[in-house]
């Protein structure tokens, strides 16, 4: 495997330390991790498909403006 993927490797080595760290105890189930669970999603927007437009950005950013004590046009 090339080092473009490093992110594969780094989650499986995640995922065994993990699992040894929170060893299950008797009477207690917990989920099961793999993988995947430590390895980053590229190229989606977590939670929405969708492109924030001009607009959208202007407004969140005039709000955050307003919000740490800046002036906003």
């Not at 969708?50 to 919000?67: D, G, I, V």
Request: charged share 40%; glycine share 8%; aromatic share 4%.
């Amino acid at each position: 495997m090339d080092r473009s993927r490093d992110d594969i490797l780094t989650g499986i080595v995640a995922e065994r330390v993990t699992t040894m760290l929170t060893q299950e105890k008797k009477g207690k189930r917990r989920k099961r991790l793999t993988a995947e669970d430590f390895i980053p999603k590229w190229g989606k927007r977590a939670g929405s498909d969708k492109r924030q437009t001009p607009e959208q950005q202007k407004s969140l950013l005039k709000a955050l403006t307003e919000k740490f004590g800046g002036k906003s046009d």
